[in-house]
């Protein structure tokens, strides 16, 4: 099997994260292993002061990767501003899994299901966005442009779930396609 890509994009407070988190469960009861790939704002931690992994960084390592027998994590330390894209992080996932579920990235080449709600204010990017395949909304009454883009139903993960399984063959990962 193919691993599978889908991105979520929209703005903050859209509801993108609650529908991923809810959508890792949903896919997992079907017997697949799901990867996530998020867009984090400059400076973020994982790590905290006192721990061996934070002082090792400190101390300037470029990469730690501390593992244990339930879990491995690795930090990459940039010398410099560097912008990865969704491809390249990516790249750096288990073999292994059946879907990658990316969260932000809402300029990438990468198909998306937009996450949209009508009270935020904000407007819609499917309109002006080709890589968006879908709108995840809890008011598709509110949708600022008619579509022929299948609206799902931003609270029911489930629905979400089996609609990206059901097509699935859309969302293969093909790196040479982005090359």
Excluded: C
């Amino acid at each position: 099997m193919t691993m599978k890509a889908i991105g979520f994009a929209g703005f903050s407070g859209s509801g993108k994260t609650m529908l991923v988190e809810r959508l890792i469960p949903a896919l997992k009861m079907r017997g697949l292993r799901v990867s996530v790939v998020k867009h984090a704002h400059h400076k973020f931690d994982i790590d905290h002061p006192g721990k061996d992994t934070y002082r090792h960084r400190e101390a300037g390592a470029f990469e730690v990767v501390v593992a244990s027998d339930r879990r491995l994590a690795l930090m990459r330390e940039f010398e410099r501003p560097a912008e990865l894209s969704v491809h390249q992080l990516i790249a750096e996932l288990y073999d292994g899994v059946d879907w990658v579920l990316v969260e932000g990235f809402k300029q990438s080449n990468l198909l998306k299901v937009e996450v949209w709600r009508g009270s935020s204010g904000h407007p819609a990017r499917y309109p002006d966005d080709d890589f968006i395949v879908a709108i995840a909304t809890d008011t598709p009454d509110q949708l600022p442009q008619a579509t022929l883009r299948p609206v799902l139903d931003l609270n029911d993960p489930e629905a979400v779930a089996q609609w990206l399984v059901d097509n699935g063959d859309r969302f293969d990962y093909l790196p040479e396609r982005y090359a």
